[in-house]
């Protein structure tokens, strides 16, 4: 009999706790997110005003005269607009640097904080060539490794030429060429590699096939002249 009245008050304990707890769906008010694999390439697509339409002209690339290869982001429908990411690697292989003559090793121009082209005279610095933006290119160059590949360059308008005083409608497209260096005091030193562009094309006109085909053409400017090296290279 004891043993029937326990199992009763146990039951009944059940139904009161049951009874007691809240069975009300709790109504969510945040967005579950996954967790995904880091991205492989160093560069996400741009976001266009949410317009998932236009980020279509954008197309992945793999630049290759950067410290490690890596891929950006470029879009197609035009290729002159402005890229924040080929930017910063153009910066990253400028900045703080110095153009000095290989053998006398004279400095000739300075990029500034703007990566205007600088030269300095009694302290007073003239720009040379003055930044425009960085774009994307595929680069000439027979018979070395950076030929047909694409690289992160710049586009200057030349403000002013040595022993002329006047400003000129010329451009010119700036590259960091990591396959061409000389080796001085022991270190090895890489060059710039500079090419011509119409004015018309500094404008959606760009086009980063145009180095390669020959219609912007190679300045020829000596290669030694244009070595690249660390402001305190002394």
């Not at 910063?88 to 290989?102: A, M, P, T």
């Not at 205007?116 to 490794?145: A, C, E, G, H, W």
Request: aromatic share 14%.
């Amino acid at each position: 009999m004891m043993k029937k009245i326990y199992i009763l008050i146990f039951l009944l304990n059940l139904l009161l706790i049951s009874c007691y707890v809240n069975t009300t769906p709790v109504k969510s008010d945040y967005t579950v997110v996954e967790d995904t694999p880091p991205e492989t390439s160093s560069s996400t697509p741009p976001s266009i005003d949410n317009n998932p339409e236009m980020n279509e002209n954008y197309k992945e690339y793999t630049i290759h005269n950067v410290s490690s290869t890596t891929k950006v982001y470029v879009n197609t429908d035009n290729f002159f607009e402005k890229n924040d990411e080929l930017e910063k690697y153009y910066r990253n292989q400028v900045e703080n640097k110095k153009v000095i003559h290989k053998d006398t090793k004279e400095e000739k121009y300075r990029f500034d904080k703007n990566l205007n082209v600088i030269k300095y005279n009694n302290d007073i610095s003239t720009i040379y060539k003055r930044y425009i933006q960085s774009v994307l290119v595929i680069m000439s160059d027979k018979d070395f490794p950076l030929d047909g590949e694409y690289v992160v360059g710049a586009i200057y308008k030349i403000e002013k030429e040595d022993n002329i005083t006047d400003s000129t409608d010329k451009y010119e497209i700036l590259v960091y060429n990591n396959y061409r260096h000389y080796t001085i005091n022991g270190k090895q030193y890489y060059i710039i590699s500079i090419f011509n562009i119409p004015a018309s094309d500094v404008s959606k006109n760009y086009n980063p096939e145009n180095v390669y085909n020959g219609k912007y053409t190679f300045t020829q400017n000596p290669y030694w002249e244009w070595t690249i090296v660390p402001v305190d290279f002394k």
